[in-house]
């Protein structure tokens, strides 16, 4: 498709014109207990007919890319943006949409795994993950992501941007009586990266699932979690939810300006925070990093036409700089980041934070649980819920471990905790060094209205919290 | 015009095909404007034009399933669902065998048309935003045309064609106190919008009250219908799915295993009656009308797929292959809505919830938050909002010994979702009275 020649045809009377195209291909196969249980392909593929009239800017999402459907669109688009200019909420010109021109391809060393292949890998898979007759359910799921976009605009932009994502599981649900327990592979699709076929290995594959067995029989016999205020070490597979939830959502600044107050939330940051807010302990250090090579959430340039770079967002602990793109940053006079992304061509670009990373500290792993003389190890989410401005968090996942006098000890099962952004983040005691740091991603970050899910990424080391309070099951 | 595009596309895909191969296609799409408000002013604004067709391909007991866009151009659409038609043979020969498998067999017929009266797409914002000046609103209004299509290769076919609106909103405080309404229908009425607007406004006085704090720690509580349908939303995941129930993901588990009870006065029906989504699923098979699930807090039925019901030896009742409620429907009680604050007595009044997981699904055990308003009330009479909190109880508690009473009228809550597009479906239940809710940070 030619996306210039498109554009060039577009006859409106309009203040800037942009053109979106998104072709996207899920691929998506499940194997439970030796069968096949799904191998679909979804398949999408529409523009984003862009406009801005009037200081006001509206969309023609469609899949219709004719070129007479398309200037159609674009028509519709002005009359809507004509229709609504008076009422609104800030007056946009074309620096909004900055002049990007450029190109990005994941980075990849196999590209295709033939559907024959890839399900026996996943039966293979789904056979040693069955370790004992205990394990009643046995799952192994792939999901390989396609997405081809290019980007034009009336003042010059053009960008080309294709992706390569992979996300897979392998889960068991064991059951010994009234006793049932679940592993994953570090929380649901929670190994999600810009890669290849290259993450299908056997051998590493085959290896994880006997370990996800073997722990989740490990769980039918271990003791609650026990209850009360305590030391949290937290693994990097579960930092990741930590980020996403009590740090991510907070500072995208569309939800400090009061854009997502009816859906997803606002924040507990307020615009004047910025540059002040002590938000975690010293060692805590965010960076906003779409740059990271095989990062989930990767690219070159948001969807708004930002170029994307490394931005530190929280340093030393202090609230540095807000997740907003161009938008948000005309609108709030904050420092931004290029976060201004869509799900699809049928949804407008809005803040989201792409990939979101704890920097490493200096403390080896052992040098964390030698420091501990009493607390729970936690690793692989399971559960996840905070209120609408990001304070009040529960958490809880799949694995424990007791730390007692500086030795994991005995396993714990349905190992929860709960606590208030602010003073959670400024509990953080020890930061793992690079070889405790694990990067991670998921698929299904929600927001926005009309709804968009959208991939991120969050790389963490293994971290130490104090006085957290944590607790078992029902 | 898109029912015929269906059509035509469908009967050329089911001519297409070759001995042993059976197809079930599924149709769906939008023709919808969206303008998000925030503070009363339009944020963004446009309109979404889109439909894809869904394949689910047999041949040689393997199946393989796919969905593409659709464009709108015949020709075009022809040659890429013919081309779709043979990639998912291609594919088929390549997949192990699948034993579950069940072929389509229902050659039943239905169409359904909803016309609606909807406001003109360049008149949208001045019949909307008017009625909100002066206060804080924030919200989505979604309208348009929604429709659904099935068709198979044993001679099945349905359409489902509808023209909704809604207004989904909050009014907020300039201390963040929030209010939360919904204004939906397929007939609009500016009437009927004011004054539906005007209503919530007045329902945002009481929220100035400077909010109390209150201590983790067991209330009685009040929960309103809108957060009743929160919690009856987590009987979709892991709930009353036979095949999560087989399989061990389940906070159900333990009525079908250990005998566990709710309180007799919780019902719960898949209850298509009211007309508001289509009764077929993407196999083109028709639900019955009502299936009773959990009468008097005894789990009677579960929602079964054809496939979990070939899988486990079962009756299907023709769920969707994810077997979540599509019309859930909660049985109301003998509490008269003038006596609920009375009835409470001293507690919590909780008018919605948010961000609702499982925090223990084997043991049944949900947590999540107070959203909206929420009061606390002293002898019958509202004294303040709340802040916020976190609640962390088992449905075999609050539903069970805890649920004192049921509101004797059911509100419809309509699903404003539009993660896959715009749903169309509703929780329909009353608002529960109970003894004990878990409140804990």
């Given at each position: 498709?030619?996306l210039?020649?498109l ?6 009377s309009?203040?800037?014109v942009g053109l ?5 291909n ?5 194997v ?11 398949s999408?593929?529409g523009?984003m007919?862009?406009v ?5 800017f ?7 890319m004719d ?10 688009a002005?009359?809507i943006?004509k229709?609504?200019s008076?009422y609104?909420?800030?007056?946009f010109?074309?620096?909004a949409?900055?002049?990007a ?7 990849f ?11 026996n890998?996943?039966v293979?898979?789904t056979?040693r ?8 359910t ?7 992501v ?12 053009d ?12 889960a068991?649900?064991?059951q010994?009586?009234s006793?049932?327990?679940k592993r994953?592979?570090g929380g ?16 590493s ?18 003791e609650?979690c026990p209850?009360?205020?305590?030391n ?10 930590q980020?996403?939830?009590?740090v991510?959502?907070?500072l995208?600044?569309?939800r400090i300006?009061?854009?997502e ?12 925070d910025?540059?002040?807010l ?8 965010i ?23 490394k931005e530190?967002?929280?340093?030393d602990?202090i ?6 793109g ?5 609108r709030?006079?904050l ?6 992304r869509a799900?699809?061509?049928n ?13 490493a500290g200096e ?5 964390i ?8 190890y ?8 905070i209120d ?8 809880g996942?799949?694995y424990g471990?007791?730390i ?8 714990v ?8 952004t ?7 005691k ?12 998921t698929?299904?970050?929600?927001k ?15 971290c ?7 607790f078992?099951?029902a | ?10 009967k ?6 070759k001995?042993?191969e059976?197809?079930?296609l ?7 404007q969206?303008?998000?408000?925030n503070n009363?002013?339009i944020?963004q604004t ?6 894809d ?15 593409i866009?659709?464009?709108g ?7 890429n669902?013919?081309?779709e ?6 594919e088929?020969?390549?997949?192990p ?5 069940v072929?389509?067999?229902s050659?039943?017929k239905s169409?359904e ?7 003109d797409?360049?008149?949208?914002a ?9 206060v804080?609103?924030?919200g ?6 929604i429709?659904?299509?099935s068709?198979n ?11 909704t609106f809604?207004m ?7 201390s ?18 004011e004054n ?18 209150i ?7 009040f ?15 892991g ?10 993901e389940?906070?159900?588990?333990k ?13 719960l029906?898949?209850?298509f009656?009211?007309g508001l ?11 019955p ?6 009468k008097?807090g005894?789990?009677?039925?579960t929602?079964i ?15 969707g292959?994810?077997e979540?409620l ?22 919590v ?13 084997i ?13 606390w ?10 802040e916020?909190?976190?609640f962390?109880?088992s449905l075999y508690n ?38 004990a809710?878990?409140l804990?940070?």
């Amino acid at each position: 498709m030619n996306l210039q020649s498109l554009l060039a045809k577009i006859d409106v009377s309009a203040d800037w014109v942009g053109l979106r195209y998104v072709r996207e291909n899920t691929t998506f196969r499940l194997v439970r207990d030796k069968k096949p249980e799904a191998n679909d392909r979804e398949s999408k593929e529409g523009i984003m007919v862009e406009v801005l009239v009037d200081g006001q800017f509206a969309y023609y999402g469609t899949t219709k890319m004719d070129a007479k459907s398309v200037q159609a669109a674009a028509e519709r688009a002005v009359v809507i943006a004509k229709a609504t200019s008076q009422y609104s909420i800030y007056s946009f010109t074309d620096k909004a949409r900055p002049v990007a021109k450029g190109s990005y391809q994941s980075p990849f060393q196999k590209e295709l795994m033939s559907p024959k292949d890839l399900n026996n890998l996943l039966v293979k898979a789904t056979e040693r993950l069955k370790v004992s007759d205990k394990i009643v359910t046995t799952n192994a799921m792939a999901r390989i992501v396609e997405t081809d976009s290019h980007y034009v605009s009336s003042n010059g932009s053009d960008v080309e941007q294709s992706f390569l994502m992979v996300s897979a599981d392998y889960a068991v649900v064991a059951q010994d009586g009234s006793v049932t327990q679940k592993r994953t592979d570090g929380g649901l699709l929670a190994k999600s990266y810009q890669t290849g076929m290259e993450v299908f290995d056997e051998a590493s594959i085959l290896k994880r699932c006997e370990k996800i067995g073997n722990e989740a029989i490990e769980l039918l016999t271990a003791e609650e979690c026990p209850t009360g205020s305590t030391n949290l070490v937290l693994a990097p597979d579960q930092m990741m939810l930590q980020i996403h939830e009590s740090v991510g959502h907070p500072l995208e600044i569309d939800r400090i300006l009061g854009d997502e107050r009816n859906y997803a939330g606002s924040s507990f940051v307020k615009l004047g925070d910025f540059g002040k807010l002590q938000y975690g302990s010293k060692l805590m250090n965010i960076t906003f990093d779409p740059t990271v090579e095989g990062e989930f959430a990767s690219y070159a340039f948001d969807d708004g036409g930002d170029k994307a770079k490394k931005e530190f967002i929280i340093k030393d602990g202090i609230l540095e700089r807000g997740l907003g793109g161009a938008e948000s940053r005309e609108r709030s006079g904050l420092k931004g980041v290029a976060n201004f992304r869509a799900s699809s061509f049928n949804r407008a670009p809005i803040d989201r934070m792409a990939n979101l990373n704890l920097e490493a500290g200096e403390s080896g792993f052992n040098d964390i649980i030698s420091s501990v003389e009493k607390g729970v190890y936690m690793t692989s989410n399971r559960s996840w819920s905070i209120d609408d401005y990001r304070n009040k968090f529960q958490f809880g996942c799949e694995y424990g471990k007791l730390i007692e006098n500086g030795k994991l000890t005995k396993t714990v099962k349905n190992p929860n905790y709960r606590s208030i952004t602010n003073p959670f983040w400024n509990s953080l005691k020890m930061v793992g060094n690079t070889d405790t740091f694990e990067v991670y991603g998921t698929p299904f970050c929600g927001k926005g209205e009309p709804n968009q899910t959208i991939r991120v990424g969050h790389a963490s080391p293994t971290c130490l919290f104090e006085n957290i309070e944590v607790f078992g099951g029902a | 015009m898109m029912e015929k595009h269906f059509n035509i596309l469908s009967k050329s895909i089911v001519k297409s095909l070759k001995d042993g191969e059976h197809i079930s296609l599924s149709f769906g799409g939008e023709n919808s404007q969206y303008i998000r408000v925030n503070n009363a002013k339009i944020r963004q604004t446009g309109l979404v034009d889109e439909s894809d067709l869904g394949f689910d391909f047999i041949h040689n007991n393997r199946r393989v399933t796919s969905s593409i866009s659709i464009s709108g151009n015949l020709d075009d659409d022809l040659s890429n669902v013919l081309n779709e038609v043979n990639r998912l043979r291609d594919e088929a020969t390549q997949l192990p065998e699948d034993p579950y498998i069940v072929m389509p067999e229902s050659d039943a017929k239905s169409a359904e048309k909803n016309e609606g009266k909807l406001l003109d797409i360049a008149k949208a914002a001045d019949a909307l935003l008017p009625a909100m000046q002066g206060v804080d609103f924030t919200g989505i209004w979604s309208s348009g045309k929604i429709f659904a299509g099935s068709a198979n290769s044993a001679g099945g076919k349905h359409w489902f064609e509808t023209k909704t609106f809604s207004m989904d909103y909050s009014l907020i405080t300039p201390s963040d106190k929030m209010v939360k309404a919904t204004f939906a229908g397929s007939k609009w009425n500016q009437a009927d919008y004011e004054n539906y607007v005007k209503d919530s406004v007045s329902k945002l006085e009481i929220m100035n009250r400077k909010p109390l704090k209150i201590k983790p720690g067991e209330y009685r509580t009040f929960i309103a219908s809108a957060g009743v349908a929160d919690i009856l939303s987590m009987f979709s995941w892991g709930g009353v799915g036979e095949a999560s129930i087989q399989q061990g993901e389940n906070a159900l588990g333990k009525m079908r295993h250990e005998g566990a009870t709710l309180s007799p006065l919780f019902n719960l029906s898949e209850d298509f009656s009211d007309g508001l989504v289509p009764r077929f699923n993407g196999m083109g098979e028709i639900a019955p009308e009502k299936i009773e699930l959990i009468k008097n807090g005894q789990l009677i039925n579960t929602l079964i797929s054809s496939r979990t019901a070939k899988e486990y030896g079962l009756e299907s009742n023709f769920a969707g292959e994810g077997e979540g409620l599509r019309s859930p429907v909660m049985g109301t009680g003998d509490l008269d809505e003038n006596d609920v604050l009375k009835s409470l007595g001293t507690g919590v009044y909780l008018s919605n919830l948010h961000y609702l997981n499982w925090s223990d699904m084997i043991g049944g055990r949900i947590t999540g938050m107070t959203r909206y308003a929420c009061f606390w009330v002293e002898s019958g009479e509202i004294v303040a909002p709340i802040e916020n909190m976190r609640f962390d109880d088992s449905l075999y508690n609050f539903l069970g010994e805890n649920l004192e009473a049921v509101t004797s009228v059911a509100l419809v809550n309509p699903d404003v979702g539009t993660y896959g597009g715009r749903e169309l479906s509703a929780t329909t239940c009353p608002g529960i009275l109970l003894k004990a809710f878990a409140l804990t940070l």
